[in-house]
């Protein structure tokens, strides 16, 4: 999409759920417009709002999400997919305003690259070496992690340059987050070497074992694909959940610039309903039920994921039916940074949903934080 492309160009869809964009060369200033003041160039304030740092603190919920799915307690590799998460996340949020700082000099020149405030190649140098470190991080958990950490960072880059356009960008995205809370299970898993349900990280408590789960003891690589494998498996349905979610945010972001969506908005309601009532439901036959190995859910798990899902569902579903009801492009720009926030009551309730009420608990700490930064830096 570019600004020259008429109907297209002022159609941004933006990248709010993280790691998104498209690319292209930045145009002649629009000389009909004033320009708006450049601000102090590189400042912490500019950065924050390129990584849109508010939208920030949905993200390593997908780690702990994973993890619980999986049937494992937090540990050293739930750590580094939370690091490798935050680092593809920002890297997304860096290009995505890279590949559209065209059509953003027209719709938003306030944004920190068409203000000056950041150069396009600082952006770019960003969204490069933070997809390095993040691949970094996820190796140190094993050649599995690493294995779905390059499928996410390769959505991240073919969706912001490519697909966020077209009829694909929402599914697109919606496979980066599916990814990302895969990438938690799998490091949670292999970054031990195998361990059991629940077990902490350290190789079985020995200390320092390798990340690749002792790849020099023969048979070992075997046995820690075969435990990646059950952790995809286990994790699989969290992760889907997860992406619905967010294929339809994505869908509806991709009118908040011009507003006028009325069904956008309305099935992403009717998508986040179904959602909430799926994860309600207790299937015991279920794969990840089996991979945890823990009883049923107690009465206050029961009340715990309730009340997570409760509140994935105030956040949510307001904001979607005014924007439903009056698809302006401030109401869709607020039910799409609702969406956003959502997630993290979401991420809670798939962890209480797999036995795992305190790492829920810990996923909800997130939300005073990222509503008290939303109100400084917009997550969209």
Same mark, same amino acid.
């Given at each position: 999409?570019?600004?020259?492309? @008429?109907?297209?160009?002022?159609?941004?869809?933006?990248?709010?759920?993280?790691?998104?964009?498209?690319?292209?060369?930045?145009?002649?200033?629009?000389? +009909?417009?004033?320009?708006?003041?450049?601000?102090?160039?590189?400042?912490?304030?500019a950065?924050?709002?390129?990584?849109r740092?508010?939208?920030?603190f949905?993200?390593?919920?997908?780690?702990?999400?994973?993890?619980? @799915?999986?049937?494992?307690g937090?540990?050293?590799?739930t750590?580094?997919?939370?690091?490798?998460?935050?680092?593809?996340?920002?890297?997304g949020?860096?290009?995505n305003?890279?590949?559209? +700082?065209?059509?953003?000099a027209?719709?938003?020149?306030?944004?920190?690259?068409?203000?000056? +405030?950041?150069?396009p190649?600082?952006?770019l140098?960003?969204?490069?070496?933070?997809?390095a470190?993040?691949?970094a991080?996820?190796?140190?958990?094993g050649?599995?992690?690493?294995?779905?950490?390059?499928?996410?960072a390769?959505?991240?880059?073919?969706?912001?340059?490519?697909?966020?356009?077209?009829?694909?960008?929402?599914?697109?995205?919606?496979?980066?987050?599916?990814?990302?809370?895969?990438?938690?299970?799998?490091?949670?898993?292999?970054?031990?070497?195998?361990?059991?349900?629940?077990?902490?990280?350290?190789?079985?408590g020995?200390?320092?074992?390798?990340?690749?789960?002792?790849?020099?003891?023969?048979? @070992?690589?075997?046995a820690?694909?075969a435990?990646a494998?059950?952790?995809?498996?286990?994790?699989?349905?969290?992760?889907?959940?997860l992406?619905?979610?967010?294929?339809g945010?994505?869908?509806v972001?991709?009118?908040?610039?011009?507003?006028?969506?009325?069904?956008?908005?309305?099935?992403?309601?009717?998508?986040?309903?179904?959602?909430?009532?799926?994860?309600?439901?207790?299937?015991?036959?279920?794969?990840?039920?089996? @991979?945890t190995?823990?009883?049923?859910?107690?009465?206050?798990t029961r009340?715990?994921?309730?009340?997570?899902?409760?509140a994935? &569902?105030?956040?949510?579903?307001?904001?979607? &039916?005014?924007?439903?009801?009056?698809?302006?492009?401030p109401?869709?720009? +607020?039910?799409?940074?609702g969406?956003?926030?959502?997630?993290?009551?979401l991420?809670a309730?798939?962890?209480?949903?797999?036995?795992?009420?305190?790492?829920? &608990?810990?996923?909800?700490?997130?939300?005073?934080?990222?509503?008290?930064?939303?109100?400084?830096?917009?997550?969209?």
């Open positions: 999409m570019r600004s020259a492309a @008429a109907g297209r160009g002022r159609r941004r869809a933006a990248h709010d759920d993280g790691l998104s964009g498209t690319g292209g060369t930045a145009p002649a200033p629009d000389r +009909r417009a004033p320009r708006p003041e450049a601000g102090r160039r590189g400042g912490v304030k950065w924050s709002e390129l990584f740092v508010s939208a920030l949905s993200v390593p919920g997908d780690a702990l999400a994973g993890a619980a @799915a999986a049937g494992r937090p540990g050293r590799g750590l580094l997919a939370m690091g490798a998460s935050l680092c593809l996340y920002e890297a949020m860096a290009l305003d890279w590949a559209d +700082r065209e059509e953003d027209i719709d938003r020149p306030h944004r920190p690259i068409p203000s000056g +405030r950041i150069s190649r600082a952006a140098g960003a969204a490069g070496a933070l997809t470190a993040g691949l991080l996820a190796a140190r958990a050649r599995p992690a690493l294995a779905v950490a390059t499928g996410l390769a959505t991240v880059w073919a969706y912001d340059l490519r697909l966020k356009h077209t009829k694909a960008g929402p599914a697109a995205m919606a496979a980066a987050r599916t990814l990302d809370l895969l990438l938690g299970a799998t490091a949670t898993a292999t970054a031990d070497g195998g361990a059991g349900p629940g077990r902490a990280v350290g190789g079985g020995v200390p320092g074992r390798a990340a690749d789960g002792g790849a020099g003891r023969p048979g @070992a690589p075997r820690t694909a435990t494998r059950a952790a995809l498996a286990a994790a699989l349905p969290s992760a889907l959940a992406g619905a979610h967010t294929y945010v994505t869908a972001s991709r009118h908040e610039t011009q507003g006028g969506s009325t069904a956008a908005p309305l099935a992403a309601l009717v998508a986040t309903a179904a959602l909430a009532a799926a994860v309600l439901r207790e299937h015991p036959g279920s794969p990840g039920h089996a @991979a190995g823990r009883p049923g859910r107690t009465a206050a009340l715990l994921l309730t009340a997570f899902t409760g994935y &569902l105030r956040t949510a579903g307001p904001p979607l &039916l005014h924007a439903a009801l009056n698809p302006s492009p109401l869709t720009q +607020r039910a799409v940074g969406g956003i926030r959502a997630m993290i009551p991420q309730a798939l962890a209480a949903r797999a036995q795992a009420p305190a790492a829920g &608990l810990a996923v909800m700490a997130l939300v005073p934080l990222a509503r008290t930064l939303a109100r400084k830096v917009s997550p969209t």
